[in-house]
């Protein structure tokens, strides 16, 4: 299979990103999920968007100049994902349920279907708490936005402009924005 422009040119910027930002566990995580992404996966699902999504351009128009390509590689297939609300959220906690949402590019639901690994990004509106949660793969963000993470071996951090967040495997943690939007890229190897 041949693969879009616009996924191969997100993943090279996806790739020197992470290689630039990434130290120790993290960087071995990103190294495997560069590794698999190298071959192609069939293709995915089409485009679903929710009233949250209004959010993406205004955070990638804020995104850091050291994420500029990786930001315009990222706008540039942002519009075929498929978002989705978590699927542990409630309409009962209105902040959350219309303050966040989650779309797959490499992976299960992605635009390219993939049970090796999992690359997606995150959108919140200003002042969201993205709820307590664990997952068994390891996983590295990279953040186009200010924002804060937590998990349970470390306090709120904002990783700034070029930094990363790394999620050991099985480890609680959340996400949280602040006055303005939040997007955040995801990197997890299966």
Known sequence: MDRPPDIAAFLDSSARALRAACSGQALRAAEKVIARAAMPGRPGDGAARLPVCDWIATALAGAPAGRADLAGAFAALEGRLRWYRRGSASESEPAFWNGHANAVILG?????????????????????????HDHPPEE???????????????????????????????????????????LALWYLPL
């Open 108 to 132: 299960p639901g992605g635009l390219e279907t993939r049970d090796d690994l999992w690359i997606g990004a995150t959108v919140m509106a200003p002042n969201v708490n993205y709820m307590d």
């Open 140 to 182: 590295v963000y990279l953040s186009l936005t200010p924002g804060e993470w937590w998990n349970s071996a470390m306090d709120w951090t904002d990783p700034g402009p070029d930094g990363f967040i790394y999620n050991p495997p099985g480890i609680t943690h959340a996400m949280r924005s602040g006055t303005g939007p939040f």
